[in-house]
């Protein structure tokens, strides 16, 4: 086994790189050695195998396999150099050996060398000649050549003849390399002696051992016929495109006998005994014309040898050369070899990077054979032409998975002959994703509603995000950014899933406290390194009608009553008071409408339905009772509406005292009908003393108030009737002004929000207290109670016109 190693130094990446070359004998065992092409190109053979080696044969056998273990070559097939190169010299296997990541190729020569395993072979096992008994001293017979498919010293070597008693063997070697057998008769022939003479031919060969093959020559002696046949020319060119049909006439030869009669007739014969000549072409016996016979293809063999034989009846012969040369014909289309093939790529693979090697294979000669190959245009490849028949296709730009994840690039080649054959073939290119785009929301931020007094862990609504990569790099996760709302983390408010991006309340909201906030969500998708975006989410609270409406006026007192002071001469829509409400909702929930639930004398009040302001309806008369008691009802507008009740006493008297008598009875009738069931529980237990005390008290009480009342009556306080300050009855028909503005400020449950509220801008009120002697002093003190600016209610009079 020989070897050799010739490097060259690459001109494009990942081209040939090295260049081995082994011999080994024919017909060597299956599995025997070839040689270490991991030594001999210096490679671990352990990358071997992370390359992914193989070997590239083309449309040849694969005789020589590659063990990745070891790094050889070994013996795949029976190699048969006879069928492989037949004549051929040197006969030699070519292939590659490819590596991948990077794409690496080496060219591969096994050269086969012959042993003498055929032995020399005639195509007969005998001859005959019929030769006459005149034939002259020196006469020629040609012999038909022995056939040895080794060659070099295995191949035919000599010739022996035996007996030579009338014959001697000669040898003519011609200019191919081939050699003619003649018998050349040295002594003459006598038919009378001998009729009939048997010779043998050995054709020997030079292998070791010697090995031969013979053939019998039967000769007929004849009488005389002293003129062998001459052709005109001793070797006749002829050329026919391939692929012509049958019958084609390809020359015509003709050879002359001076002899007349059946001495003189020549008939032709086709003497090639090697190769099949006589299949593919044949000759006229009589005319000597050569036909094509079978089909000849240049990309066979460009040219044909025919050795043509003219004999008379005599047996005597002459030979000729008839040499055609095939012309090409463009009959073969570019062979498309897709010797290493990288199916996914990465978007961010730098440019010139080699993809693909394709080797361009055109079996046709000449122009016929040049092929040019292409590939789509406005694609970022490029197919760039290397050694020999190499193509290389390598990337042109920057590739972008997300405007094209997928390419179909046709390759076509087509060569230069008339008419241009072309093939094609279409290569499927993946182009794998890398993480470089960022998670987009679908808005650039969001706003969402959520009804108070939700239930915790309510979905208020989505957030999305979309990523432009693929897999993992455009999985999105959704995370919620550390803030603070009044104070307190955002997480203790809502929280947001990773995977869907829904936004959870955590907590129940009230409306009352917190009417919006905002808050930050980050989307991160899965790529590494990972890339965020982010989005502001505004969550606004939508009011709820939980709260009832509160009555700020009048004031509803627990021991005293309040009572609104009508004159007897009010005129119709006189103002009595105005009934002040407020909502803590907002919207229709806070819309309020006032309605007159029950009244003493309904026909002579109403109630403005928006405004809460209570009116005469009618003319007061004499007939109506001083004492008026009207149940306002506050409702809101929300659903279902909430509402609140508030009693407004009225006093229809024109004199105070009037109004003390009935007010004075209305009040221990109340006390009395209050505390019925105290008295009782009480006198079961102590009834002598509590019927002494009791009896004892109320008589006191009732002396206290008499003279209380008496003193009142009679002094000049401008009390009864109660005018407020600035008071001035402008139209003369009742106790308020037409125009009038209020301002009332309340603090409700919380000491952080405050409302205000309109209070008529001058009224009459009268508070009466169960005792006589403390009537002015309540009104002094719920004068000072409004008047107090800490205090729950605060009543301030803005303007008066």
Not at 718 to 732: A, E, K, M, N, Q
């Amino acid at each position: 086994m020989r070897r050799q190693v010739l490097f060259i130094c690459p001109f494009f990446i990942s081209a040939v790189i090295a260049h081995v070359s082994y011999s080994i004998n024919e017909e060597k065992p299956l599995g025997s050695l070839v040689g270490n092409v991991a030594k001999d190109l210096n490679i671990d053979p352990a990358r071997l195998n992370s390359r992914n080696a193989r070997m590239y044969f083309g449309d040849s056998r694969e005789y020589i396999e590659l063990n990745k273990d070891r790094g050889v070559l070994l013996v795949k097939e029976r190699i048969d150099r006879e069928a492989l190169c037949a004549q051929s010299t040197p006969c030699a296997l070519h292939f590659q050996i490819i590596l991948e990541k990077p794409i690496e190729f080496y060219k591969i020569v096994v050269e086969i060398i012959d042993i003498n395993d055929n032995p020399p072979t005639f195509e007969k096992n005998d001859i005959k000649f019929r030769i006459s008994e005149s034939a002259v001293i020196g006469s020629k017979f040609d012999l038909e050549r022995a056939v040895d498919l080794d060659v070099g010293i295995n191949g035919l070597k000599s010739y022996n003849l035996s007996p030579t008693d009338n014959f001697a063997l000669k040898l003519h070697n011609q200019a191919d390399g081939s050699r003619n057998v003649e018998i050349i008769l040295n002594q003459p022939l006598d038919r009378e002696k001998n009729e009939h003479l048997s010779l043998v031919l050995t054709a020997v060969d030079g292998g070791e051992p010697q090995m031969t093959g013979t053939m019998q020559i039967l000769i007929t002696v004849l009488d005389v016929n002293d003129n062998a046949p001459v052709f005109t020319q001793p070797v006749y060119k002829s050329a026919v495109a391939e692929n012509s049909p049958r019958g084609t006439v390809v020359t015509k030869i003709s050879a002359s006998d001076a002899d007349h009669g059946p001495n003189g007739k020549i008939t032709y014969s086709i003497r090639n005994t090697l190769d099949d000549v006589r299949q593919l072409f044949s000759v006229d016996e009589l005319t000597g014309d050569i036909t094509l016979s079978g089909n000849i293809d240049f990309e066979k063999s460009r040219n044909y040898q025919i050795n043509v034989r003219a004999s008379d009846e005599g047996g005597l012969s002459d030979n000729c050369k008839v040499v055609v040369d095939v012309i090409d014909v463009n009959d073969n289309v570019p062979m498309i070899n897709v010797m290493s093939k990288t199916n996914v790529i990465s978007e961010d693979v730098k440019s010139h990077t080699v993809v693909t090697i394709i080797n361009i294979q055109d079996l046709d000669d000449g122009e016929n054979g040049q092929v040019k190959c292409s590939i789509d245009q406005n694609i970022p490849f490029l197919l760039e032409s290397t050694e020999g028949n190499f193509y290389s296709l390598i990337t042109d730009g920057e590739l972008n998975r997300e405007i094209k994840s997928e390419y179909n690039i046709s390759v076509s080649c087509c060569d230069e002959g008339v008419p241009s054959l072309s093939s094609s073939v279409t290569l499927t290119l993946q182009i794998s994703d890398v993480n470089d785009n960022p998670p987009v929301f679908e808005r650039s931020s969001y706003e969402a509603y959520i009804v108070e007094n939700n239930t915790p862990g309510l979905s208020i609504f989505t957030v999305r995000a979309t990523d432009a990569d693929w897999n993992q790099n455009a999985r999105v996760s959704y995370i919620l950014e550390d803030s603070s709302v009044n104070g307190v983390s955002v997480s203790s408010y809502v929280s947001v899933s990773a995977d869907s991006g829904v936004v959870h309340a955590v907590r129940s909201f009230d409306y009352e406290q917190i009417k919006d906030f905002e808050f930050r969500v980050k989307a991160q998708d899965g790529g590494s390194p990972p890339l965020s975006s982010n989005v502001t989410v505004k969550i606004l609270i939508q009011d709820q009608n939980d709260n009832p409406p509160q009555v700020l006026y009048p004031v509803q007192t627990g021991g005293s009553l309040v009572a609104e002071m009508v004159p007897r001469s009010a005129d119709v829509g006189y103002l009595v008071t105005k009934v002040v409400a407020v909502d803590v909702d907002s919207g229709q929930n806070a819309w309020l409408s006032y309605k007159l639930q029950r009244a003493t004398d309904r026909p002579l009040f109403e109630v403005g339905l928006q405004n809460g302001e209570i009116r005469t309806i009618r003319q007061v008369t004499d007939k109506d009772a001083v004492k008026q008691r009207l149940s306002v009802t506050v409702e809101d507008n929300g659903q279902p509406s909430r509402s609140a009740t508030v009693i407004v006493n009225v006093a229809v008297a024109d004199s105070f005292p009037e109004v003390m008598s009935e007010f004075t009875d209305f009040t221990q009738d109340k006390e009395y009908n209050d505390n019925l069931t105290f008295y009782l529980v009480l006198a079961l237990a102590v009834v002598s003393f509590l019927f002494i005390t009791c009896l004892v008290v109320i008589i006191s009480v009732k002396i206290y108030r008499w003279r209380q009342s008496r003193v009142l009556y009679h002094s000049n306080l401008p009390v009864i009737p109660y005018y407020p300050p600035r008071y001035s009855d402008t139209l003369g028909t009742g106790t308020l002004q037409h125009v009038y503005n209020y301002e009332v400020c309340r603090t409700t449950d919380s000491r952080k929000s405050d409302c205000k509220f309109g209070r008529a801008g001058s009224q009459n009120v009268l508070i009466m207290d169960p005792s006589s002697t403390g009537t002015m002093q309540r009104m002094q003190s719920e004068k000072s109670i409004l008047d107090e600016p800490d205090s729950p209610l605060e009543v301030r009079i803005i303007s008066i016109s």
